[in-house]
């Protein structure tokens, strides 16, 4: 199975912060890696697929990169509506596998 | 728009099964797979499989296999995820999502509690 992990498990930011988020994969999954975002008793949300491509409706202060086995998900100005967990998750081979989740939490 | 809408919370026994339901609209039912995944309570995400809808094929995670059953209904636009032995560490809530190419909208998930 490919293992996925994420840093920090923890963030703490500010309003107005940029933040990145790191995911990196035990193997290559090339492209194949989604971001997704959850607030406490919802279902996650698609933010991101294959790396880098913007789920519609998603703000553009959202940005993912990344290939092969390092990945990284950024928010250029964090907002009030973005402090949530956030979990990768590859979909290059079965079974697919998600981070642990990585907590922003106000500073 | 897309809508999963799935059954309510269960409580059950150990040793015994649970049948979760999803019921998909605002798409066409056969056009994608539907994954299930689970998360434990505080924990993370944990995927166990897929139903293919139009031919009914699956694919299960080694974890659940032999515990495990995904079918569908293409009838009523319905699938349904049945685990059976349900032990403690089964407590989770449990989500049908879509899959088209990447896991793009989710159900609003079933919390199954699994306690004597």
């Known amino acids: 199975d490919i293992q996925m992990t994420q840093s920090p498990s923890t963030l703490s930011a500010s309003v107005g912060d940029r933040v990145a988020i790191t995911c990196r994969a035990s193997q290559s999954i090339t492209n194949y890696l989604a971001w997704y975002q959850q607030k406490p008793g919802k279902a996650p949300n698609l933010l991101i697929y294959e790396a880098s491509s913007l789920d519609s409706g998603v703000p553009s202060r959202f940005s993912g990169s990344g290939s092969g086995t390092e990945f990284t998900l950024t928010i250029s100005s964090l907002q009030p509506d973005d402090f949530a967990t956030y979990y990768c998750q590859q979909y290059n081979s079965y079974p697919w596998t998600f981070g642990q989740g990585t907590k922003v939490e106000i500073k | 728009q897309v809508q999963l809408v799935q059954s309510g919370a269960e409580l059950k026994k150990p040793g015994a099964s649970v049948k979760v339901s999803c019921k998909a609209s605002g798409y066409i039912f056969i056009d994608s797979y539907l994954h299930w995944v689970r998360q434990a309570p505080g924990q993370g995400l944990e995927w166990m499989g897929w139903?293919?809808?139009?031919?009914?094929?699956?694919n299960y995670a080694q974890k659940f296999q032999g515990r495990v059953t995904m079918t569908t209904d293409t009838s009523i636009s319905t699938a349904y995820m049945e685990l059976s032995r349900l032990r403690s560490n089964d407590t989770a809530v449990y989500y049908c999502?879509?899959?088209?190419?990447?896991?793009?909208?989710w159900g609003q998930g079933t919390l199954v509690t699994v306690s004597s």
């Open positions: 139903i293919n809808p139009d031919s009914g094929g699956t």
């Open positions: 999502v879509r899959d088209v190419e990447v896991l793009d909208f």
